[in-house]
Nanobody
Framework: QVQLVESGGGLVQAGESLRLSCAAS????????MGWYRQAPGKQRELVAT???????NYADSVKGRFTISRDNAKNTMYLQMNTLKTEDTAVYYC?????????WGQGTQVTVSS
């Protein structure tokens, strides 16, 4: 059974930092493209960042220079270091694992940034 479990969300003030984690089980983790997505109230889910098994990364323009995605294939875990958070970063953050037709999602973790 595939499980993606996010953790690390919370309430912070603008300018502060958070680190999200996504622990994966039931998949050959290193083979999967991993990603973070987010969905704010009333908005569509959007890409935040992705990372390949070889750690090539891609970021949304809105988070470049502030967020860093990484992964530890030995621990089957992906991370998102979020610095200089803005109120517009408030959303539910979802972990995604993708390979060919396989597409898995976590339950999400809430990040709230107050002004």
């Amino acid at each position: 059974q595939v499980q993606l479990v996010e953790s690390g969300g919370g309430l912070v003030q603008a300018g502060e930092s958070l680190r999200l984690s996504c622990a994966a089980s039931g998949i050959s983790f290193s083979n999967f493209l991993m990603g973070w997505y987010r969905q704010a109230p009333g908005k569509q889910r959007e890409l935040v960042a992705t990372i390949t098994g070889g750690s090539s990364t891609n970021y949304a323009d809105s988070v470049k220079g502030r967020f860093t995605i990484s992964r530890d294939n030995a621990k089957n875990t992906m991370y998102l270091q979020m610095n200089t958070l803005k109120t517009e970063d408030t959303a539910v953050y979802y972990c995604n694992a993708r390979l060919w037709r396989y597409d898995y999602w976590g339950q999400g973790t809430q990040v709230t940034v107050s002004s």
